[in-house]
């Protein structure tokens, strides 16, 4: 059963024309990274912050006010992680399938996999910004986390000093480009630019094309991606989306199987994205 929605898909991928990958948390998995998910999950990577602070505490603005050395360590420790991991496979396939189609990826994460996979950066909105760049409160700036190396202790994740200052002004501490919780301070510039070339985007699609949707690893706990992908499914004629993901696999709500039809789909894979891809690939004509 399950191999036979396995070649489905591949099937409506190779006759579509348009490609849009929506992509989680989960996405990241199988390259190895923390999806931070539940307290134990950021636990396991982050055990000096053991019973003392949560993930929603350090990923926050107020964690680099009051504790700033913290702060560094934990997303020193982030930034040299995604630089030193390499994408999966999976990646690479996906590119491969998104060639000489109308592509579009949306992706909650701020790991810059798919720019690192090769994808173009114009044709990614990294809805939560980017930990590849850093933003300065102070002159307003966004730029690339490039040449910044964050030395922190392995044993506390306390980061040493200096802390990553502005490159423009004096004395000030930057911080990551990313939306973090509780965050009033975040500089949406450019992930609004990346927005904008992703309505733009939408907007080109028309009702002959063939959309396929593949959503990776988006769980239900942050629902932008989700709901994206679901407002994608709404709103055109010739659609097919599928939700690959081994916990949280639900159909949109109000959703039925029945409704499925040549022209508008739904699919579940309750499996992680590596798996479900390289199975998808094997119907590959
Ligand atoms: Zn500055």
């Known amino acids: ?30 390259s190895g990274l923390p999806d931070f998910r539940g307290k134990e999950g950021f636990w396991k990577n982050y055990i000096p912050f053991r019973d003392k602070f949560s993930f929603t ?57 798919f720019q690192k996979a090769g994808f173009n950066e114009q044709i990614i909105y990294e809805v939560h910004g980017s930990i590849h760049h850093m933003q300065c409160t102070s002159c307003k700036r966004i730029y690339s986390a490039d040449g910044y190396n964050i030395i ?24 990551p480009n990313i939306l973090m919780f509780g965050d009033y301070s975040f500089m949406s510039d450019r992930v609004e630019e990346q927005e904008d070339r992703y309505m733009q985007f939408q907007n080109d699609l028309t009702s002959q094309d063939k959309i396929v949707v593949l959503e990776f690893g988006a769980g239900e706990s942050v629902a ?35 409704q499925n039809t040549d022209d508008k789909a739904f699919y579940a894979l309750k499996q992680g994205a590596l798996e479900a891809i390289t199975q998808i690939q094997q119907y590959m004509l």
């Open 152 to 175: 922190y202790d392995v044993s506390t994740f306390e980061a040493k000093d200096p802390l990553p200052n502005c490159k423009n002004c004096v004395n000030v501490v930057v911080r």
């Open 57 to 113: 505490e350090c990923a926050n603005p107020r964690f680099l006010e009051d504790h700033p050395n913290l702060f560094w360590g934990f997303y020193g420790h982030r930034l040299h992680l995604y630089r030193n991991t390499q994408p999966h496979k999976g990646f690479e396939i996906l590119k491969s399938w998104s060639q000489n189609k109308k592509s579009f990826v949306l992706t909650s994460n701020v790991d810059g996999h």
């Open 224 to 258: 932008t991606i989700r709901m994206m992908g679901e407002q994608l499914l709404q709103k055109y004629k010739h659609i097919t989306f599928v939700r690959i993901n081994p916990r949280d696999y639900n159909s949109p709500f109000g959703w039925r199987q029945q």
């Open 1 to 30: 059963m399950q191999a036979n929605l396995h070649q489905l898909i591949a099937k409506r991928i190779q006759s579509a024309n348009s490609l849009i990958i929506t992509a989680g948390a989960g996405m990241g998995v199988d």
